[in-house]
């Protein structure tokens, strides 16, 4: 089983629609027994909430499923727990490091797979109000990611439905 964290400051924008839509894309793959997935974000302040409105006003858009989803804060063992942690942004992966250690293979920016992608970081919607710019950052991202969990652990994809 490979397990994949998304990782953002709040969880309630970036994260949880990188999850909703990673989600989907492996269920279409038919990979939603080889691959588990989950959001968390550094700060409490949003623990419990279910996603931000621009989050869920776009994966309504899209007919992306988010019933289960709701902000948690990371901790210490997810760093253990998780294949994969995938944060959105620099400030995430130096927010993490406060969290505990994790072997630097396992963590980077979602954008990192994304070679043509000029910027590395997913801009905070919360700040900028664009969730149309994040959710085509993270559509790209989760493809490279992925087409990376495929090829890296040999998977198999069955056609899904
Ligand atoms: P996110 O956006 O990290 O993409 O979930 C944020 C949500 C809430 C806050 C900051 C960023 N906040 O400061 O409450």
């Known amino acids: 089983m490979v397990r994949v964290l998304f990782l953002c400051l709040g969880n309630i924008c970036r994260s949880p629609m990188a999850e909703a839509v990673f989600r989907q894309m492996v269920r279409e793959r038919g990979l939603q027994n080889e691959i588990e997935i989950d959001s ?14 621009g989050t869920r006003e776009i994966l309504d858009r899209y007919k992306i499923p988010y019933d289960s989803i709701y902000s948690r804060q990371i901790t ?15 400030d995430n992966i130096e ?3 406060r969290v505990g ?9 979602l ?8 910027e ?4 905070d919607p919360y700040f900028t109000g664009n969730f149309d710019e994040v959710y ?7 493809e490279r ?13 069955n056609s899904g439905n």
């Open 101 to 109: 250690k994790t072997p630097s293979a396992r963590v980077f920016r």
């Open 145 to 157: 990611l992925l087409q990376k969990i495929i090829a890296h652990h040999a998977l198999s994809q």
């Open 76 to 90: 210490s063992k997810d760093l253990a727990d998780f294949t994969y942690i995938v944060a959105m942004d620099e």
């Open 95 to 97: 927010g993490l490091s």
């Open 40 to 53: 968390a974000g550094l700060g409490d302040w949003h623990v419990g909430d279910k996603p931000h409105r």
């Open 120 to 123: 590395k970081n997913v801009p």
């Open 111 to 118: 954008l990192d797979l994304v070679d043509e992608a000029q």
């Open 136 to 142: 085509r950052l993270v559509r790209v991202g989760c």
